[in-house]
């Protein structure tokens, strides 16, 4: 348990370890995990005071310094991932093997950005005048933060902070009131790394003050958000008071696209990992299964006879492939969901109960399949945000992609198809920033990741996750 006292004395003693505190509870079973600071608007404050004089220092070094300290992070994080899945999976629940998955796929975001940091190249282009030079310098926009969600809370803060600490930014973290220990660990782990104190800060506490008092100061020159469109949105209309810079990952509603021509057995077994992981807690989790009428049944019968084996259960049980959901109001939201598609027509085909294994907490969701979905169903139009699969079939191609299209949301879209005319077709027609084709889990450090739409602004992830943090910076030199 990480008390108030040792997380004031990891971070840069800002802190009053005698203050009110934020507890911390495991989904599971409800037993306490720890307790955080509740930060005054005046602490978040000091934070960025520090945060601003750390900078100041970290723009100077040279990208192999500041490389090799990522590196260094990165290392320390494979080492102690053991330590820190298990951290991860009693404060958020997901399976101890996903927990390890997601604190690997978190250090490769810093280990990534450890080569970035030495390649932030400039420019010179030619000028149209004899005497003039052009040349194009990248510098870091300064100070920044990001408020990061509970279903990934190790990994969503590592995909901002490696680029954001490449580039020589600064960077004041606020993660979700329930999974806030991961981000401790991970700025106990910076410190161990060489990171100087300041350049990362932690602040916890009620949303509103610390997202108020990070988003009207005008040294925060970027905010990276991850979580809800809803929060995102209204954290546009407050950048807009210093026209701060916005880095937006918002909420999905992936259509999951099987045509008759897939290859079966790939396309059960990538179902199965997309929409089941964290219990289907996850932004790029498939939503909607729109499968070519041909194969649906049979296709719905391979799913369902897979989801049968998953096994709910604490996270840390052996052998749990779903662990709980975050909180009472997840699964009201699920069972909603389950409630008003079987009230418009469809059918359960599996699960649809919510269950309390080994006289755990009632907020585990049997891995549920419908079939016979509709347009018209809530399931169809909204993120539902838990382990359950809503299958629709469908007849031609555009067809498809016109049921594919028809959200608001842009963030991943995944399609299964062994032609090699319609995967190109079909890849181009969708729209979203990440397509998988006949691919489940695309998500990689080397690749750019982010939504059209309302699913976000900016990319995360690739070489393109600098730019975010790099100001562009035109020098036009008379000779
Ligand atoms: P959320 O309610 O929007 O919360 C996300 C973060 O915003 C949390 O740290 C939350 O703090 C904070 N927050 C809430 N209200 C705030 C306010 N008024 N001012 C400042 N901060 C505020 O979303 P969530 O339920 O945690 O996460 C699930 C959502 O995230 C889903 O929609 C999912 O699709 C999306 N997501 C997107 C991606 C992506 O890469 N696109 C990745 C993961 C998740 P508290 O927790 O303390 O309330």
Known sequence: ????????????????????????????????????????????????????????????????????????????????????????????????????????????????????????????????????????????????????????????????LGPALAAGCSMIVKPAEL????????????????????????????????????????????????????????LIEKAAHHVMRLGLELGGHAPFIVFDDAD????????????????????????????????????????????DRLRVGHGLAEGTHIGPLINDRAVEKVTLHIEDALNHGAELVTGGTVLSPDNLTSRFMAPTILSGVTPNMRIFREETFGPVAPITAFDHETEAISLANASDYGLAAYFFTQNASRLMRVAEQLEYGIIGANDGAPSTAE???GGMKQSGLGREGGHHAMDEYLEVKYVSWRI
């Open 1 to 160: 348990m990480i008390t108030a006292t040792q997380a004031a004395a990891i971070t840069t003693g800002t802190w009053d370890p005698n203050g009110p505190t934020l507890a911390v509870y495991d989904p599971a079973t409800d037993e306490l995990v720890g307790v955080v600071p509740q930060m005054s608007a005046t602490e978040v404050l000091q934070s960025i005071e520090a945060s601003i004089v750390a900078q100041q220092q970290w723009r100077e070094t040279t990208g192999l310094e500041r490389s090799k300290v990522l590196q260094r992070f990165g290392e320390l994080m494979r080492d102690q991932e053991d330590r820190l899945a298990k951290l991860l999976t009693h404060e958020q629940g997901k399976p101890l093997s996903e927990a390890l998955g997601e604190i690997r796929y978190a250090a490769s975001f810093l280990e990534w950005s450890a080569g970035e940091a030495r390649r932030i190249y400039g420019e010179t282009i030619p000028a149209p005048r004899a005497n003039q030079r052009i040349l194009v310098l990248k510098q870091p926009i300064g100070v920044t933060a990001a408020i990061t969600p509970w279903n990934f809370p190790s990994a969503m803060i590592t995909r901002k």
């Open 447 to 449: 690749a750019p990741f």
């Open 264 to 307: 079966l057995d790939q396309a059960v077994k990538a179902a199965v990992a997309c929409k089941f992981r964290n219990a289907g807690q996850t932004c790029i989790c498939a939503n909607r299964f729109l499968v070519q009428r041909s194969i649906v049944e049979q296709f719905t019968e391979r799913l369902a006879g897979e989801v």
């Open 179 to 234: 999974t806030p220990l991961s981000a401790i660990a991970l700025l106990e782990l910076a410190e161990m790394a060489g990171l100087p104190s300041g350049v990362f800060t932690v602040v916890t506490g009620v949303p509103e003050t610390v997202g108020n008092a990070i988003m009207t100061h005008p040294a925060v020159r970027m905010m990276s958000f991850t979580g809800s469109t809803a929060v995102g949105k209204m």
